[in-house]
């Protein structure tokens, strides 16, 4: 098998991939592997924007609370003092990079100021457009695009490299002294999902082969409200929308959030997400709706052109029509275990953005943190790799991986999504997560059992959905308090301090 060598490897080209490339670019070579396109990525997709405490009226030391807050006390407050403190720091490098931002900052739900750095409702795709072109040009960083990794290396018990599938070109491994895990998400584990399709827990199925610590997969954020619309599934209708006054109603017209919580549409997302599910289930309907018609028809199309022009595609018109919303699987909170410096639990391996744990979510993320805890922890990671000894650049050897045959791992992998959407969604209960473990456990046992077959990326990364669904399930049974985005209709809710009102919004 070719073998090739660099400093440092990354996987993944989303945000926290490509922030770390850019850092670690000043000290060596760097190769950065992503299995489709540079920008197939949930960076890409983003729409509201980044928190950083950069108005006027702001501090770290609000945004600090904020987070904590809804983190719902499981937060690791070192983690997020790091976080809030670095983010407007990590806003003026992006700048600096060529990013443009809005003149305004954005609210939303759960922040007690206007602290969201945007570019109208593509902040994402604006964010990923100047550190790709960043990358594209820095002479020490090699891009291999439809390269899957299929596998860490280890030598000595350190990440020396990876395997991966390049295209026609087959399996080849690479070395180096530190291996960045920034693998994005793992929302195909549901039905219902606004990821895109390479949001497949590939960076969980890596690092638990090779014993990484992975925790909190327990706490999966809901998106309460995405488009339910057949043509266009799993489009979001971001939070701005009703940070900037849309309202929720259900069938009947009713603004319903009053029967929930007194602050409103902007209450944190995992109590707008139950308070939809549950105005679904007891009025026996199929959505709620996002209602803007009150809201001037200029600032809708100027300031969320993206989804003005989306839902104009299906015939709805924002002034005029209301928004048919259910909250759908968006973005999780546990992971890959790091500390401050991103390092995970194996030596040599690194991991940042969606798919670690550092810490600063807690039970539940604040919204537009994820974007901001990529590019921080990214930066310090690439930090710390740098300062670690220089280690003899040796291929570690590839084993080989189990593909099976692409129409099972169909079969396995909807029949997963359906179990994971029926029993381990905003909702959960004993007996739901207890049939969820059974069946999760016998697809596993399924997929295991099946002979191997040439690789198909779609089968690789069945077995990674496959893994990524045991830990949410798993740590689903093992939480025994009801806390942030984890909600078992048979437990107590956790009442500790941290259920203090949040601070009043602004005006
Ligand atoms: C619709 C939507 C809207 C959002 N809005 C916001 C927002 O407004 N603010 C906010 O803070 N957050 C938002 N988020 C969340 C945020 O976008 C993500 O958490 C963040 O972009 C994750 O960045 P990342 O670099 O960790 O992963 P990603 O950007 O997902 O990148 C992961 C990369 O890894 C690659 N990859 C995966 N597996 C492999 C493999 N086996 N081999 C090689 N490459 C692989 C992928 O192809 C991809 O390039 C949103 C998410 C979505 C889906």
Same mark, same amino acid.
């Given at each position: 098998?070719?073998?090739?060598?660099?400093?440092?490897?990354?996987?993944?080209?989303?945000?926290?991939?490509?922030?770390?490339?850019?850092?670690?670019?000043?000290?060596?070579?760097?190769?950065?592997?992503?299995?489709?396109?540079?920008?197939?990525?949930?960076?890409?997709?983003?729409?509201?924007?980044?928190?950083?405490?950069?108005?006027?009226?702001?501090?770290?030391?609000?945004?600090?609370?904020?987070?904590?807050?809804?983190?719902?006390?499981?937060?690791?407050?070192?983690?997020?003092?790091?976080?809030?403190?670095?983010?407007?720091?990590?806003?003026?490098?992006?700048?600096?990079?060529?990013? %443009?931002?809005?003149?305004?900052?954005? %609210?939303?739900?759960?922040?007690?100021?206007?602290?969201?750095?945007?570019?109208?409702?593509?902040?994402?795709?604006?964010?990923?457009?100047?550190?790709?072109?960043?990358?594209?040009?820095?002479?020490?960083?090699?891009?291999?695009?439809?390269?899957?990794?299929?596998?860490?290396?280890?030598?000595?018990?350190?990440?020396?490299?990876?395997?991966?599938?390049?295209?026609?070109?087959?399996?080849?491994?690479?070395?180096?002294?530190?291996?960045?895990?920034?693998?994005?998400?793992?929302?195909?584990?549901?039905?219902?999902?606004?990821?895109?399709?390479?949001?497949?827990?590939?960076?969980?199925?890596?690092?638990?082969?090779?014993?990484?610590?992975?925790?909190?997969?327990?706490?999966?954020?809901?998106?309460?409200?995405?488009?339910?619309?057949?043509?266009?599934?799993?489009?979001?209708?971001?939070?701005?929308?009703?940070?900037?006054?849309?309202?929720?109603?259900?069938? %009947?017209?009713?603004?319903?959030?009053?029967?929930?919580?007194?602050?409103?549409?902007?209450?944190?997302?995992?109590?707008?997400?139950?308070?939809?599910?549950?105005?679904?289930? %007891?009025?026996?309907?199929?959505?709620?709706?996002?209602?803007?018609?009150?809201?001037?028809?200029?600032?809708?199309?100027?300031?969320?052109?993206?989804?003005?022009?989306?839902?104009?595609?299906?015939?709805?018109?924002?002034?005029?029509?209301?928004?048919?919303?259910?909250?759908?699987?968006?973005?999780?909170?546990?992971?890959?275990?790091?500390?401050?410096?991103?390092?995970?639990?194996?030596?040599?391996?690194?991991?940042?953005?969606?798919?670690?744990?550092?810490?600063?979510?807690?039970?539940?993320?604040?919204?537009?943190?994820?974007?901001?805890?990529?590019?921080?922890?990214?930066?310090?990671?690439?930090?710390?790799?740098?300062?670690?000894?220089?280690?003899?650049?040796?291929?570690?050897?590839?084993?080989?991986?189990?593909?099976?045959?692409?129409?099972?791992?169909?079969?396995?992998?909807?029949?997963?999504?359906?179990?994971?959407?029926?029993?381990?969604?905003?909702?959960?209960?004993?007996?739901?997560?207890?049939?969820?473990?059974?069946?999760?456990?016998?697809?596993?046992?399924?997929?295991?059992?099946?002979?191997?077959?040439?690789?198909?990326?779609?089968?690789?990364?069945?077995?990674?959905?496959?893994?990524?669904?045991?830990?949410?399930?798993?740590?689903?049974?093992?939480?025994?308090?009801?806390?942030?985005?984890?909600?078992?209709?048979?437990?107590?809710?956790?009442?500790?301090?941290?259920?203090?009102?949040?601070?009043?919004?602004?005006?």
């Amino acid at each position: 098998m070719r073998s090739e060598s660099f400093d440092y490897l990354v996987i993944g080209s989303g945000l926290a991939g490509l922030t770390f490339a850019l850092h670690a670019a000043n000290h060596g070579r760097v190769a950065v592997l992503t299995k489709a396109t540079v920008t197939d990525s949930n960076t890409s997709w983003a729409q509201g924007g980044i928190a950083a405490a950069v108005g006027e009226s702001d501090s770290w030391e609000l945004h600090e609370r904020d987070t904590l807050v809804a983190g719902a006390g499981l937060c690791d407050p070192a983690a997020v003092r790091f976080l809030v403190q670095q983010a407007p720091e990590a806003i003026a490098w992006l700048r600096n990079l060529g990013a %443009r931002f809005d003149l305004e900052l954005g %609210r939303e739900g759960g922040h007690s100021r206007h602290r969201i750095v945007r570019h109208a409702d593509k902040t994402g795709w604006e964010i990923e457009r100047a550190v790709a072109a960043a990358v594209r040009s820095n002479p020490a960083i090699t891009v291999y695009e439809n390269a899957f990794v299929t596998e860490l290396l280890l030598s000595d018990g350190r990440c020396s490299g990876v395997a991966a599938v390049l295209g026609d070109m087959g399996m080849r491994s690479f070395s180096a002294r530190a291996v960045m895990l920034a693998t994005g998400g793992c929302g195909k584990v549901y039905a219902k999902t606004t990821n895109p399709r390479v949001a497949t827990a590939d960076g969980i199925g890596l690092a638990d082969k090779v014993g990484a610590e992975i925790t909190d997969m327990e706490f999966m954020q809901f998106h309460p409200t995405v488009l339910e619309h057949p043509q266009m599934p799993g489009f979001l209708v971001t939070e701005a929308v009703r940070g900037a006054g849309g309202t929720l109603r259900n069938h %009947r017209g009713d603004r319903f959030m009053y029967d929930y919580d007194e602050r409103l549409e902007l209450a944190p997302r995992d109590i707008v997400a139950r308070a939809i599910e549950s105005e679904i289930q %007891r009025r026996d309907t199929w959505c709620v709706y996002l209602d803007a018609t009150h809201l001037p028809a200029e600032d809708l199309r100027e300031e969320f052109p993206t989804i003005w022009e989306r839902l104009r595609e299906l015939g709805i018109r924002m002034e005029r029509n209301w928004i048919p919303v259910v909250p759908a699987q968006h973005y999780s909170c546990g992971g890959v275990v790091t500390d401050l410096n991103g390092s995970t639990s194996v030596p040599g391996l690194y991991a940042a953005g969606e798919v670690s744990r550092t810490g600063v979510h807690g039970a539940n993320r604040l919204a537009s943190n994820s974007l901001l805890e990529a590019l921080v922890f990214a930066k310090s990671a690439a930090a710390h790799a740098e300062s670690t000894r220089e280690l003899t650049n040796e291929a570690p050897q590839a084993r080989s991986f189990h593909a099976i045959q692409e129409n099972e791992a169909i079969r396995i992998r909807h029949r997963l999504q359906a179990v994971m959407t029926k029993h381990v969604g905003v909702f959960r209960t004993n007996a739901g997560l207890a049939s969820a473990k059974e069946e999760v456990d016998h697809l596993i046992a399924d997929y295991a059992g099946q002979p191997s077959a040439p690789f198909s990326a779609y089968a690789i990364e069945c077995g990674n959905l496959l893994t990524a669904a045991k830990h949410v399930v798993e740590g689903a049974i093992r939480r025994k308090v009801n806390v942030g985005l984890h909600f078992n209709a048979d437990q107590e809710r956790a009442t500790p301090e941290w259920e203090t009102p949040l601070p009043s919004v602004e005006s």
